[in-house]
């Protein structure tokens, strides 16, 4: 029996919230941080194609605050709220290992050449010769996500790194936005939802290394534009 009114209220033997079923609790495991264009009306696609899913995650958080202007009147004790604007902000780590680093990855729909550098100038799944010539190795320049106007992209002029490493802010690759998505399940498998952040910006990047750590940690704090539900029985 769900509490619902203070009439039926019997902490004694009824839990506040609806019976629930097993499994319908939201975890990490079953949640989903992926990158893709900075809109959505920019990906002309649809299904798992929208965006890059970013994996060996260890951190994701998502800050909103909404101005407030609190005014107060001469002759009361009460005051009046005018609602301002709403920024939004995130904070994501990850571990840091040889592939696509973090800042790559939140890349992901970009590509571009200039100079000596190449980024994501290769068809998606792209492999190369390893060093030893014994197998097919993903290539380090290969697309991960699928092309969305790359001739509308603008051409880079400041090297950001190579291959996988991605790792100068200054380069003017992030002067463009980027965008992501994050998807929720139950432990059911079942969609509780998910949202998709528009015209996000890198605003800092950091990277940890300790003598007594086992790991390598990256992190990057953003803000981004806006906030867009996704329906996903769309997708």
């Known amino acids: 029996m769900a509490t619902t009114s203070y009439s039926n209220w019997d902490f004694y033997n009824y839990r506040v919230q609806q019976e629930l079923v097993g499994g319908q609790f939201v975890s990490a495991e079953s949640t989903l941080v992926a990158a893709g264009p ?5 990906s002309g696609q649809a ?7 970013i994996g060996l995650l260890e951190t994701f958080g998502l800050q909103q605050s909404r101005q407030l202007q609190r005014i ?18 995130i904070s994501i780590g990850r571990t840091f290992y040889f592939g696509p680093s973090l800042l790559r990855v939140l890349y992901a729909y970009y590509r571009s050449n200039a100079g000596s550098f190449d980024l994501g100038t290769e068809a998606v799944g792209a492999t190369v ?9 993903p290539n380090p320049n290969a697309a991960l996500l699928g092309t969305f106007g790359t001739d509308e992209l603008h051409q880079l002029k400041r090297n950001p790194g190579y291959g996988y490493l991605i790792i100068d802010l200054a380069s003017d690759l992030f002067a463009q936005p980027t965008g992501l998505a994050i998807y929720f399940k139950d432990a059911n498998t079942d969609t509780v ?7 996000a910006y890198v605003q800092g990047h950091q990277m940890t290394v300790s003598s007594g750590s086992v790991l390598i940690m990256e992190g990057v704090s953003m803000q981004y534009d806006r906030i867009v539900p996704l ?3 769309v997708f």
């Open 47 to 53: 299904g798992s194609e929208v965006a890059y899913p």
């Open 193 to 199: 939802g998910g949202f998709y952040l528009e015209e």
């Open 38 to 42: 900075p809109r959505l009306e920019n």
């Open 231 to 233: 329906n996903i029985d």
């Open 129 to 137: 010769t390893s060093p030893e010539g014994r197998n097919e190795v």
């Open 72 to 89: 107060f009147e001469i002759g009361s004790t009460r005051s009046y709220f005018i609602p301002g604007r709403t920024i939004g902000s």
